[in-house]
């Protein structure tokens, strides 16, 4: 299944606070790897901010559970997604059935 993984920085105290918030994590990153079941197909930040998004793929909630666990430092909100063509189907199909109600 595909996820919109969004994340920022938890709300914290002093700026001296965030800076080793930010050291910490930056040290974190230099030696993490995604849990091998989960493909992450697009790791982005935004510009400006201490947060991103990840667009990412896997059937094993334990693994992102444990991903998102090792950054203590964020909030996360965690979005299910499909590709629109199969949205669209989705749709369309829910659509027609409507449909054969109203005709009756």
Not at 22 to 37: F, I, S
Not at 49 to 74: C, K, N, R
Not at 80 to 93: F, H, K, Q, T, Y
Request: charged fraction near 20%.
């Amino acid at each position: 299944m595909k996820y919109v993984l969004f994340w920022r920085e938890r709300p914290f105290g002093s700026a001296a606070d965030a800076e080793a918030s930010q050291e910490r994590v930056l040290e974190m990153m230099q030696h993490w790897q995604p849990p091998e079941t989960i493909a992450i197909h697009q790791f982005l930040v935004r510009v400006g901010e201490y947060g991103g998004f990840a667009v990412l793929e896997t059937d094993d909630l334990e693994a992102l559970h444990l991903m998102t666990s090792t950054f203590a430092v964020f909030e996360f909100v965690l979005h299910p997604v499909i590709d629109v063509g199969p949205a669209l189907a989705a749709e369309g199909a829910a659509v027609a059935w409507r449909r054969t109600l109203a005709s009756q």
